[in-house]
């Protein structure tokens, strides 16, 4: 708290569009004072924080800190920081990023569920060749990770008729989805389209690899969890067997993707730069002040990380 023992919100955004979440997040003006790093003050009296994108160990020189609000779904990058207070961990609570995500994820399956790749080829060759898909519901769908956003992506899939599995650990009910707390294998017998859209964690990084792959025969992969996920190194050869027919990738463990990395020029692979769910300042900020309101009047913070499950 400052010296007039109002808390202190302290606004710690590394990227240069800083000024639409400051728009944002004004009504907290009511609740707190707010400051802009690096005008941060008397680190001491800093009650919370909104962050992205900080360098490593920036966190540590605030010791009161009592919650932390992260601008992003995921945490991983959050997690990895050596100096990381003992605070509550918020993460992004925002239904702009659900719809955002299952559009993209409804696109990509359709795209490859109504053959476009195949015609993309045909009109190559000047070709006129009706191709016959079939039907949504005959299409099995994997969808692996179900919190709020993979869920959404799920339901989105199942409303357009498609056979759906979801992997989640949380066996989380979703109407039309087939929710399976399995071996991977299980899950995804007979899968023609899979979607990863997991938490990256110790136990799901690099599940996309050579012998995931190999359970599956012509599918196509669709990932917007994150880079962690795929072992990049097995992703062509897969595509070279005929394991995997295609894939859309989204997320990458090195972002941007360097100009000269394989994934460019393979026709194989569509590439979008970690675009698929994109944070809206306003819908966004107003989760973030709600939720701060919520903390001020001693109520539980929503979307709070489980550190231990790192999500």
Same mark, same amino acid.
């Given at each position: 708290?400052?010296?007039?023992?109002?808390?202190?919100?302290?606004?710690?955004?590394?990227?240069?569009?800083?000024?639409?979440?400051?728009?944002?997040?004004?009504?907290?003006?009511?609740?707190?004072?707010?400051?802009?790093?690096?005008?941060?003050?008397?680190?001491?009296?800093?009650?919370?924080?909104?962050?992205?994108?900080?360098?490593?160990?920036?966190?540590?020189?605030?010791?009161?800190?009592?919650?932390?609000?992260?601008? =992003? #779904?995921?945490?991983?990058?959050?997690? /990895?920081?050596?100096? !990381?207070?003992? &605070?509550?961990?918020?993460?992004? $609570? @925002?239904?702009?990023?659900?719809?955002?995500?299952?559009?993209?994820?409804?696109?990509?399956?359709?795209?490859?569920?109504?053959?476009?790749?195949?015609?993309?080829?045909?009109?190559?060759?000047?070709?006129?060749?009706?191709?016959?898909?079939?039907?949504?519901?005959?299409?099995?769908?994997?969808?692996?990770?179900?919190?709020?956003?993979?869920?959404?992506?799920?339901?989105?899939?199942?409303?357009?008729?498609?056979?759906?599995?979801?992997?989640?650990?949380?066996?989380?009910?979703?109407?039309?989805?087939?929710?399976?707390?399995?071996?991977?294998?299980?899950?995804?017998?007979?899968?023609?389209?899979?979607?990863?859209?997991?938490?990256?964690?110790?136990?799901?990084?690099?599940?996309?690899?050579?012998?995931?792959?190999?359970?599956?025969? =012509? #599918?196509?992969?669709?990932?917007?969890? /994150?880079?962690?996920? !795929?072992?990049? &190194?097995?992703?062509?050869?897969? $595509? @070279?067997?005929?394991?995997?027919?295609?894939?859309?990738?989204?997320?990458?463990?090195?972002?941007?993707?360097?100009?000269?990395?394989?994934?460019?020029?393979?026709?194989?692979?569509?590439?979008?730069?970690?675009?698929?769910?994109?944070?809206?300042?306003?819908?966004?900020?107003?989760?973030?002040?709600?939720?701060?309101?919520?903390?001020?009047?001693?109520?539980?913070?929503?979307?709070?990380?489980?550190?231990?499950?790192?999500?």
């Amino acid at each position: 708290m400052n010296a007039q023992g109002r808390p202190v919100l302290l606004f710690a955004y590394f990227r240069p569009d800083a000024e639409a979440w400051l728009e944002a997040l004004r009504p907290a003006a009511e609740l707190v004072e707010i400051r802009r790093w690096p005008e941060a003050g008397d680190p001491a009296e800093v009650d919370y924080i909104v962050a992205w994108q900080h360098p490593p160990g920036f966190l540590g020189q605030f010791p009161q800190v009592r919650a932390i609000f992260w601008i =992003g #779904a995921g945490v991983d990058q959050l997690l /990895r920081d050596p100096e !990381l207070p003992d &605070a509550p961990i918020v993460r992004m $609570l @925002d239904d702009s990023l659900s719809v955002g995500m299952a559009e993209y994820v409804a696109e990509r399956v359709l795209h490859y569920h109504r053959l476009m790749p195949a015609y993309a080829e045909q009109q190559q060759r000047r070709e006129w060749r009706p191709l016959a898909p079939p039907l949504a519901r005959e299409r099995q769908v994997a969808v692996l990770g179900l919190g709020e956003i993979g869920g959404a992506c799920a339901a989105t899939l199942a409303s357009l008729g498609f056979a759906v599995r979801g992997w989640s650990r949380s066996g989380r009910s979703i109407p039309g989805v087939q929710v399976m707390n399995t071996p991977l294998g299980e899950v995804l017998r007979g899968c023609e389209i899979v979607v990863c859209v997991l938490p990256l964690t110790p136990e799901t990084r690099g599940l996309l690899n050579r012998e995931t792959f190999a359970l599956l025969e =012509g #599918a196509y992969l669709i990932n917007v969890g /994150r880079g962690g996920h !795929l072992v990049e &190194a097995d992703l062509i050869p897969a $595509l @070279d067997a005929g394991r995997l027919a295609g894939a859309t990738l989204d997320v990458f463990e090195t972002e941007p993707l360097p100009a000269d990395h394989p994934f460019w020029s393979d026709p194989r692979i569509v590439v979008t730069p970690h675009a698929s769910a994109l944070t809206h300042p306003a819908s966004a900020g107003a989760g973030i002040v709600s939720n701060l309101r919520r903390a001020l009047s001693g109520e539980p913070l929503a979307g709070v990380v489980d550190r231990a499950r790192g999500y």
